[in-house]
T-cell receptor, first 114, second 115 residues
């Protein structure tokens, strides 16, 4: 069964610092991969997605993620964090065929210090 | 489009009462999903529909939970009777049929508190 692991429950960075959030997945084939962001009191918003082609994908709000098949990883990065990036981030994996369900990681909460 | 609309945003109810959560998906989206989010369990998929038909309800925790989708623009999640452990944020999400590669669009959620 497919699964997603986000090893870091909580990360704190200073405003202006770089950010990397980790995501590892377990799946037998190349999956669809997603990153979502959830601001307090809000639903999840899609940041970016990967399903084929260039392994470095760009998303909204200046985020990017890199798919590394050999490491089964899809880490999210941002070169310079803004205070408004404080939120919870979820990685998700979905099959490229068959079931339509996405499997979500447990999330990483990001705190940004001024 | 107004996005996925959920109501109410907040619900406080007493144990034993019936609770009904509502969702209006994005027009043209053929898939509708109900999720529950708690600190302990994270995001859990409860049930999803395709073209108004329930496809997988294996995530529904017990018989107290039921979900319906009478038409393409409306779905309900009902808990009867409610219990304190049902307290959570419940999200509805929808997606297109052939374009699920675009991921799901989530509503803002209903925060349910059962006292």
């Amino acid at each position: 069964a497919q699964s997603v692991t986000q090893p870091d429950i909580h990360i704190t960075v200073s405003e202006g610092a770089s950010l990397e959030l980790r995501c590892n997945y377990s799946y037998g084939a190349t999956p669809y991969l997603f990153w979502y962001v959830q601001s307090p009191g809000q639903g999840l918003q899609l940041l970016l997605k990967y399903f084929s082609g260039d392994t470095l994908v760009q998303g909204i709000k200046g985020f990017e993620a890199e798919f590394k098949r050999s490491q089964s990883s899809f880490n999210l990065r941002k070169p310079s964090v803004h205070w408004s990036d404080a939120a919870e981030y979820f990685c998700a994996v979905g099959p490229q065929g068959g079931s339509e369900k996405l499997v979500f990681g447990k999330g990483t909460k990001l705190t940004v210090n001024p | 489009d107004a996005g996925v609309i959920q109501s109410p945003r907040h619900e406080v109810t007493e144990m034993g009462q019936e609770v009904t959560l509502r969702c209006k998906p994005i027009s043209g989206h053929d898939y509708l999903f109900w999720y529950r989010q708690t600190m302990m369990r994270g995001l859990e998929l409860l049930i999803y529909f395709n073209n108004n038909v329930p496809i997988d309800d294996s995530g529904m925790p017990e018989d107290r939970f039921s979900a319906k989708m009478p038409n393409a623009s409306f779905s309900t999640l009902k808990i009867q009777p409610s219990e304190p452990r049902d307290s959570a944020v419940y999200f509805c999400a929808s997606s297109k049929d052939l374009d699920r590669t675009y991921g799901y669009t989530f509503g803002s959620g209903t925060r349910l508190t059962v006292v």
